[in-house]
């Protein structure tokens, strides 16, 4: 499939702010089954000083500066991406998940002992007794890791409600377990804390669902708006493989991906910090379009008085 995508963010202060300091991450990976066609970054007002670099994780990151009075800041990320749905293994022909625990705690440097950073704890993520026996219903001795995590996602899908008024960006991850509610991001911290807690490698995953289905298809949760889920370590025959327990499925065509890091700390979409006082406001629209395999994407003009990043300029 093929998506424009177009991503604002809206900020209005209450005070007039001097100083801006910002990093964003909104352009789509290049992975093996999605390619970033075409990306560009429109920020108003135009940025004093700006560069842009791959952060720990090979994540585009775009860090710019404002210096001058301003009472709000508007960034709008335009998107080409074509995504291709990956081919994932057969779930019962996946090791045993002690098997793969017990390889990405390794003494030397392996594949497996690579993806073993990802075990442990991290801004927003700690590991637990209550996230590990959460997990041991489903993760029995030598069951299938990708056939246990299947699920685990089916089981939190159910046992949790999504409810954007439950939570918001700051709730612990052990507040919205036992609330058992909350929205994409905690849903994901949540998979990620239960897999942490037995030994096993999970990375948070930013980015986009399709906004419009296909004739037939369910409209998923979180769509017209950023999005996260999980990917989870299957050992390294397999790789990672991800998993949406927000809608209890493994993500396809259907999901953009954008970032991913230990939680949602390593990839938020627009954080900064600014010099001045008052309270701040920020709207976010999200709009993800499909077209045609066969059609042309909708030609971007780029708007007068503002500052364009290329994706390629990001890649420097």
Request: charged share 20%; aromatic share 10%; net charge negative.
């Amino acid at each position: 499939m093929r998506y424009e995508i177009t991503h604002t963010t809206t900020y209005t202060y209450e005070e007039a702010v001097s100083i801006g300091h910002h990093l964003a991450r909104m352009a789509p990976r290049d992975l093996p089954k999605q390619s970033c066609e075409f990306h560009e970054l429109d920020i108003l007002p135009e940025p004093l000083s700006m560069a842009g670099y791959r952060d720990y994780f090979g994540n585009a990151t775009l860090f710019f500066g404002l210096h001058g009075s301003h009472k709000s800041l508007k960034v709008t990320a335009r998107s080409f991406v074509d995504v291709t749905a990956p081919t994932p293994p057969k779930p019962l022909d996946t090791p045993a998940w002690e098997h793969v625990r017990t390889a990405v705690h390794a003494n030397e440097l392996t594949p497996d002992a690579e993806a073993g950073e990802f075990c442990f704890v991290s801004p927003y993520i700690r590991v637990s007794e209550i996230f590990a026996d959460y997990a041991a219903v489903s993760f029995k001795t030598e069951r299938p890791i990708l056939d246990a995590a299947l699920e685990l996602n089916t089981r939190l899908f159910r046992d949790f409600k999504f409810d954007p008024k439950a939570t918001d960006i700051a709730t612990p991850v052990e507040e919205a377990f036992k609330l058992r509610s909350g929205v994409c991001q905690d849903f994901a911290h949540i998979l990620i804390a239960c897999l942490r807690s037995i030994g096993l490698p999970a990375r948070y995953v930013s980015g986009y669902l399709e906004t419009l289905p296909p004739v037939g298809k369910p409209r998923l949760i979180g769509a017209d708006a950023s999005h996260a889920w999980v990917s989870i370590w299957c050992g390294a025959e397999h790789g990672w493989f991800d998993l949406d327990p927000t809608n209890n499925c493994m993500p396809s065509e259907r999901h953009i991906t954008v970032a991913y890091g230990r939680d949602f700390s390593d990839v938020s979409p627009l954080r900064g910090v600014v010099s001045g006082s008052g309270e701040q406001k920020m709207v976010v629209a999200v709009d993800v379009m499909p077209r045609k395999p066969s059609g042309l994407f909708t030609p971007v003009q780029p708007p007068s008085q503002s500052q364009t990043q290329s994706q390629q300029s990001q890649q420097q």
